[in-house]
């Protein structure tokens, strides 16, 4: 009885040592999902037109992720989404305003 029962813990510490060697080389520590930037609708985005201000651009998909100091009339809305291993989205709008602050180009 007894030698029955040091065999059944022998194989079940053998198994449970074999399961972790083999898993523990797969495991890799919990990456939450990371977005930046904000997300834009292309439904907003097919909305501005030419002639727009910078107003209205604010009121509809809100202020830039990043304005150039140099080049105050280019705004760039930016937005990524990474998952553990891959970029899945990445979207990146540009706006660029003449002199007066009405859009002249928009770019995707």
Same mark, same amino acid.
């Given at each position: 009885?007894?030698?029955?029962?040091? +065999?059944?813990?022998?194989? *079940?510490?053998?198994?449970?040592?074999?399961?972790?060697?083999?898993?523990?080389?797969? *495991?890799?520590?919990?990456?939450?999902?990371?977005?930046?930037?904000?997300?834009?609708?292309?439904?907003?985005?097919?909305?501005?037109?030419?002639?727009?201000?910078?107003?209205?651009?604010?009121?509809?998909?809100?202020?830039?992720? +990043?304005? #150039?100091?140099?080049?105050? #009339?280019?705004?760039?809305?930016?937005?990524?989404?990474?998952?553990?291993?891959?970029?899945?989205?990445?979207? #990146?709008?540009?706006?660029?305003?003449?002199?007066?602050?009405?859009?002249?180009?928009?770019?995707?």
């Amino acid at each position: 009885m007894k030698s029955t029962h040091i +065999l059944l813990v022998s194989c *079940l510490l053998f198994v449970s040592f074999g399961l972790l060697s083999t898993s523990c080389s797969s *495991l890799r520590p919990y990456q939450p999902t990371q977005y930046q930037g904000s997300e834009i609708d292309q439904e907003k985005i097919n909305q501005i037109q030419i002639g727009f201000t910078k107003s209205q651009i604010v009121y509809l998909i809100g202020q830039p992720a +990043l304005t #150039n100091t140099l080049s105050p #009339n280019i705004w760039q809305y930016v937005y990524t989404k990474k998952t553990q291993e891959k970029l899945q989205i990445k979207q #990146n709008l540009v706006i660029t305003f003449d002199e007066n602050g009405q859009v002249e180009k928009i770019e995707q």
